[in-house]
Structure formats: structure tokens, C-alpha cells
């Protein structure tokens, strides 16, 4: 850290989180207002010193998380992966696959990375189905989700890391899921169960596109990297040059509301 990091009154932290985050936030005792470059607030929530505000950058990843997802589960449906591995191999390997079209889209956590996912969605011909923390109009309850994950085809986890949402999606959560299904995973490694996801990859019966994994990074030789069914990247939906635009417009326009003495957007009032 920098000298005269006492005197800081507003950080915005790196992308990727410092080592130290309670060592850190201690050092800045004159601290007033953490703005982070990501949605999720997980490794600063509950290190704040008394009087500071955190704020979370909603929005700024919504186009490239969005984006992602739709392309990850086109990429899983269609088999493009099988596909590439056989262009490696010089081998014409013609068979039908899956496909986006008529399928049902259970999108959890409906928040704005969710409407942004489901306005790329609307040209597919497909049924979203919306699940939230709370019940809302057009939206289901996060208690309603066991009824609702037999009767999907692609399931998108958008849900922000909480004590709630940590292991989520575990063995019961997955038996739910309907066979042949697809959990694709924009939020956070620690929702998913990785073992439990392991077991039913090995047989078959479900496929996974993971921008995220437990542990992260993923090291080398871990089973998840060779588990039938599955297309992983390192945790680069939200990186894009859209994102890093709207990351400067929003932290622009934070310190110009923080220095004129208005209300700050995006205030962390609960877990997120």
C-alpha cells in the first residue's frame, strides 16, 4: 500500500481482490466510500469500518455476463466443443445436436444481469422462467425453485455470493434438474457443490457451462477439466471493453455525486 493510505477516504479496489481486505480497509481509517468495479460485494461486506459506505458496480457487467451466458449455453447445446476437438483431429464428425429453440430458460437471481440476459434471449424462441430472493410480479420466489428446475432445459445461476447461496446447488438441487439439462453458472464458484456437479457430469445425465468453479482458479489436473459435458472459462464473462467503459462512467459519475455531497447509487444496504 502507498503512504499516506490513513488519509484515503474513497477506494475503489481492483478487479482482482487484494490479499488482505480486513488488513487493508483497517489501514484507511479516514475511509468513507469503497466503490467496487464488480457486482459482488462478498470480500469487502463485512470488513466495512463503521461509518464508510460500499457501493457495488451494478450494471457495468451486465452486457458481457449476459452475452456469455447466451453464447455458453448455445456453445454446450450445439456441442461446439466436441466440434473443435474434432477439427483438431481433421475429423467430420456429422450428427444432430441440441438446440436453444423451445427450450425453457430458468434464469436465478432475476436481477439486472438477468433482464439483460433475458432481452438477448427474446429472438431464440424460448420460455424464461424468473426466480428471485423474493416474490415479485412475473418473478418466483427463490422457496419456489424445487417445483421449477424439473421442468427446465437450461438453468442460469446469476445469484450473488451470500451465506444463503453458498452450496446451493448440491446433490438435491441437481437430482431436481430434469435429464439432459444444462446449469450454466455466471455468478459465483461456491453456489455450485463441485463434487456433487462432478457426479452427475460423469454420468451423463447433465452438461455445465462454468464461468466460475470451486476452487478458482481451477488448478491443473483437477477433474472438472476433463468431466464429460463440460465448457469452462476462466472467469472472463463480465471482462470486455463494454465493461470497462461503463466501469469508468460509473465511477466517474460516483465521485462527482461523493464530492457534490449527493446520494450515492448502488449503496450496499444487506448482504448485496
Known sequence: MPDGVEDVEVWVPPLV???????TLARMTSLRLVQTVTAGVEPYRPHMPEGA????????????TAEWAVGAMIAVLRE??????????????????????????????????GSAL??????????????????????????ELP?????????????PATPDTAGMVDSSFLARMKDGAVLVNAARGGIVDTDAL??????????AALDV?????????????????????????????????????????QLERYRAGEDLVNVITDAY
Open 80 to 113: 461446439f466443443p466436441g466440434f473443435v476437438d474434432a477439427q483438431r483431429r481433421g475429423e467430420w464428425t456429422y450428427h444432430h445436436t441440441g438446440v436453444l429453440a423451445d427450450s425453457r430458460v430458468l434464469i436465478v437471481g432475476y436481477g439486472s444481469i
Open 147 to 159: 417445483a421449477l428446475l424439473p421442468e427446465a432445459d437450461v438453468v442460469v445461476l446469476l445469484v
Open 213 to 253: 468453479t470451486a476452487p478458482e482458479p481451477l488448478p491443473e489436473g483437477h477433474p472438472l477439466w476433463s468431466a464429460p459435458g463440460v465448457l469452462i472459462t476462466p472467469h472472463i464473462a463480465g471482462s470486455t471493453p463494454a465493461s470497462e467503459r461503463r466501469t469508468l462512467r460509473l465511477i466517474r459519475a
Open 118 to 143: 433475458e432481452r438477448r434471449l427474446e429472438g431464440f424462441e424460448v420460455e424464461v422462467v424468473r426466480v428471485a430472493r423474493r416474490a415479485r410480479d412475473g418473478v418466483h420466489a427463490m422457496d
Open 17 to 23: 481482490t487484494v490479499p488482505d481486505v480486513p488488513g
Open 198 to 207: 462432478l457426479a452427475e457430469l460423469k454420468t451423463g445425465r447433465l452438461r
Open 53 to 64: 459506505v460500499l457501493c457495488n458496480a451494478r450494471g457495468v457487467h451486465d452486457a458481457g
